[in-house]
């Protein structure tokens, strides 16, 4: 690997000052990605500041109604707690649909949020990728791009986010609670992540001085109606090819509120509002679906080995909402979709 | 305790961040160990401690050969900074046994077959120790998804799988999982 230093925070505010204070630090709290790109030499941080030991695990209810879950709570704590799993399935389903049971164990809430994107070209150094040296260029654009975006990409980047959890929390609207150099601030989650523009090589809003203390998630939760598609070439610890996050909030025949959230599509999970509003009033059926998906993935535009993924998203799109409709959430165990 | 010659510490030479005092009990046993910062638990265990029943596949947290149990959960050692694990519990496969008596999951793999090459067993049986205390899985269904993060290459899910069954199910003549 690569040299560096190793240190520990006491607790929250020493680790932003900390972080302030060497720009050449990165914080460590599961460092199942972080690990994984120093051995690549991707990411070469002279210092890890271990976070590990800070409290911030627990799951609060709060004031609003909804739950406050603090940043190194572990993702398959996450997924199996009681409150989750009742008031907020699709933040379990979406959990269990990554990664490995071994790798869920390690990583963080805080750390999922912050892991970076898994395209074959900011993996291989001696690629270009302007998110890895900005200014090289995108091999991408000409080159195996099939796990590669369809939505909301730029001239200098075509990566997607990698993340299942953070395509249920920003159909569920989370607000990422950080702390910093000058104060406390709440980040709604759409506005977390980044599309690349011209800046690729960053990929959220969080300060360089700023650490995750707690991901909040809203009231609702669409318990009743839910569902976490996600469609990958192997069926189990692999990537999504896309993904998508439903909820709907159905009285009587007519749809009240509903969400939609993309993975694997995007540089982050990707949301059209004005489509998820188009639901409202409406009894749910498959032609009012496909309308909605139709909508989502307007403008959304391919490259040589990724193209499909347009016709499998307004699929999974309208799947993944009969689904919600019917109160029979995608299976993350059987794997057969119905 | 000092093991083998270096190989994985790289790089090497001075002026380099000093070793760090790390205290890991590992099947029972303290062991204390100088480790530079970027030595994995992995590593640790393979090339500090001698105890190479943990294997190295893909070092990048792909292939679960490499899974051990610290504080009681299994995790990948190959992503995990021995640093970051002072005063834990590790748990590998040459401490499942008691008294010289296999764990169930250890006989099981054996009467089911459990594997060929037998690389990625110590992972397997680990991972399924991790399994089994976890309490989530059931069906066959359950064991496959959330096995998911240890690979085969000779291909002997099914009896793996059989072989998890049996002591998850107490079918196995003697056994208390």
């Known amino acids: 690997m690569i040299d560096f230093d190793y240190v520990k925070a006491r607790d929250v505010s020493d680790a932003v000052s900390q972080i302030a204070r060497n720009p050449a630090a990165k914080f460590i709290a599961g460092g199942t990605n972080l690990i994984d790109l120093m051995k690549e030499n991707v990411a070469h941080p002279a210092r890890l500041i271990d976070i590990t030991g800070l409290p911030l695990t627990e799951i609060e209810d709060t004031k609003a109604g909804g739950l406050r879950i603090g940043a190194l709570e572990p993702n398959s704590d996450l997924a199996y707690d009681e409150r989750i799993t009742r008031r907020y399935p699709l933040v379990s389903s979406a959990l269990l649909a990554g990664a490995s049971a071994q790798l869920r164990n390690m990583a963080s809430t805080g750390g999922n949020l912050l892991q970076r994107t898994r395209c ?138 509903a969400r939609v959230a993309l993975g694997g599509v995007a540089h982050k999970p990707w949301r059209v509002p004005a489509a998820e509003q188009s639901l409202v009033g409406q009894q749910p059926s498959r032609r009012a679906f496909g309308d909605v998906a139709d909508i989502i993935l307007q403008g959304a535009e391919g490259f040589a080995h990724n193209s499909f993924k347009i016709e499998l998203a307004r699929r999974a799109i309208v799947r993944a909402l009969e689904q919600a409709a019917a109160a029979t959430p995608q299976s993350q165990f059987v794997k057969a979709i119905v | 305790m000092q093991g083998r010659p270096q190989a994985k510490d790289k790089p090497s030479g001075p002026g380099l961040t000093p070793k760090l005092q790390v205290a890991l009990r590992v099947n029972g046993v303290e062991r204390r160990v100088s480790l530079r910062p970027w030595t994995t638990l992995l590593d640790a265990l393979r090339e500090y401690l001698d105890l190479t029943g943990t294997k190295k596949g893909c070092d990048h947290g792909q292939c679960g050969a490499c899974t051990v149990l610290v504080d009681g959960r299994r995790i990948v050692s190959c992503l995990t900074l021995a640093v970051m694990k002072d005063g834990a519990e590790i748990t590998t496969i040459e401490g499942l046994a008691t008294n010289g008596e296999l764990h169930p999951l250890q006989k099981a793999f054996i009467s089911h077959d459990g594997f060929q090459c037998g690389y990625c067993t110590p992972g397997q049986i680990c991972s399924a120790v991790g399994l089994m205390a976890e309490g989530h899985a059931k069906t066959a269904d359950e064991i496959r998804e959330l096995m998911s993060g240890n690979v085969c290459r000779c291909g002997c899910y099914p009896n793996i799988v059989a072989a998890i069954e049996e002591v998850m199910h107490g079918t196995l003549p003697g056994s208390s999982p």
């Open chain 1, 120 to 257: 074959l070209y900011f993996y291989d150094t001696d690629t270009a990728c302007n998110k890895r040296e900005p200014g090289s260029g995108c091999d991408a654009i000409g080159g195996f791009n099939r796990m590669n975006a369809i939505l909301g990409w730029s001239e200098t980047c075509i990566a997607v986010h990698p993340s299942d959890l953070c395509v249920a929390l920003a159909a569920l609207e989370a607000i990422v609670h950080v702390s910093g150099s000058k104060g406390d601030r709440a980040i709604p989650f759409a506005d977390f992540h980044r599309l690349p523009g011209d800046t690729p090589q960053i990929d959220t809003n969080l300060a360089r001085d700023e650490i995750i203390i707690a991901i909040e998630l809203p009231p609702e939760g669409f318990p009743s109606n839910y569902s976490y598609l996600k469609i990958r070439d192997r069926l189990s610890y692999a990537f999504a090819l896309v993904s998508v996050a439903a909820g709907l909030k159905i009285e009587g025949d007519a749809i009240k509120d």
